[in-house]
């Protein structure tokens, strides 16, 4: 039995979430080789606390120091037909000092008037040349690591070593497609079969990486990477709205006894909890998907304690 999807434009016959490709995939470049260059106050970030994918950029943005050399833009949480409005009245919200859109769409329909797919975030724009560069998180991430690591307060160490990016990258992709996209496969899954599938996976992808956390503190060992940053922003989120309101309820992290640690390691590693805004993040999901949750009523819990310590000290050190 099918029932009425969330994003019908991405959803395959079978019931199963199909998620939109990125139309902008230009790229910024610290050597000068594309038509970008990597310079301080040409870029402006729009972006979404609410996000797992833009939140991952706003923690690079943080991580690398750059945040004097690439503005940013907070829209509003709640985002309806219209795509993400930009209200910098509300609580953890800021204005658009760039261009003074009221709406994201604006930045997608001067780019390309014929856009016709749904409004993402992040999304990085070019100041100077008066349109969207990238909207790929993935994109986005790496260029504030390793193209702006020049105009970046702390430009070392890469989050992306290159001994380790073979590893690396098939860890991330399989990260992706079981967790990552695999909580939002279980979320918006328009037939039981569907969401049978991405059940299993999800968990059996779980079950792999607390495996893999019981002998090092952070995925590829002692050193937080970029494929941490990609997981922790799914983490973060699982608890508070996606054992519920995406019903992946087998297990919390919290029931999890080494991704639980690793996630208030990650937490607790400066400039990261102040990037999380639970109270953005609850109100996104349970108010914006009205298929998922037609009383759009927010619940008041989990209560959550990322503060208290890790326990995870003597897997080796941040480097």
């Known amino acids: ?3 009425p999807a969330a994003f019908p434009d991405e959803t395959g016959d079978d019931g199963s979430w199909q998620r939109q490709a990125s139309a902008f995939r230009q790229w910024v470049s610290r050597d000068g080789s594309t038509p970008f260059p990597a310079v301080a106050g040409r870029y402006h970030l729009y972006v979404s606390l609410a996000c ?48 003074g859109f009221v709406f994201l769409s604006e930045a ?25 560069v990238n909207n790929e998180s993935a994109d986005i991430l790496r260029m504030l690591d390793v193209e702006f690591a020049d105009v970046a307060r702390r430009p070392q160490p890469t989050y992306y070593p290159a001994d380790l990016a073979a590893e690396m990258d098939a860890l991330m992709d399989d990260i992706y497609v079981r967790v990552n996209n695999g909580v939002y496969a279980c979320g918006f899954a328009a037939t039981q079969g569907a969401y049978d599938a991405a059940f299993a996976d999800l968990f059996a992808g779980l079950d792999m990486l607390d495996d893999r956390l019981g002998s090092r503190r952070f995925l590829m060992g002692p050193a937080l990477t970029e494929a941490d940053i990609r997981l922790f922003t799914t983490l973060v989120r699982f608890d508070p709205v996606y054992v519920g309101h995406f019903k992946c309820n087998l297990r919390r992290i919290a029931d999890y006894p080494h991704l639980s640690g690793y996630l208030r390691d990650v937490y607790q590693l400066p400039g990261v909890a102040g990037t999380v805004n639970l109270d953005h993040i609850r109100r996104h999901y349970y108010r914006t998907h009205g298929a998922l949750n037609p009383s759009r009523i927010v ?21």
Do not use: K
């Open 108 to 132: 997608y329909e001067a780019t390309d008037p014929a856009f016709a797919g749904r409004y993402s975030v992040p999304v990085l724009w070019d100041i100077d040349e008066g349109l969207i």
């Open 1 to 3: 039995m099918t029932t």
């Open 52 to 99: 797992p994918w833009a939140h991952r950029v706003v923690i690079m943005r943080a991580l690398r120091g750059l945040e004097d050399a690439i503005s940013m833009t907070i829209v509003d949480p709640e985002r309806d037909e219209r795509g993400w409005a930009i209200h910098p009245g509300e609580p953890g919200c800021t204005d658009d000092p760039v261009n």
């Open 299 to 319: 619940p008041g819990g989990p209560q959550l304690d990322w503060d208290r310590p890790s326990g995870r000290d003597g897997l080796g050190a941040t480097g």
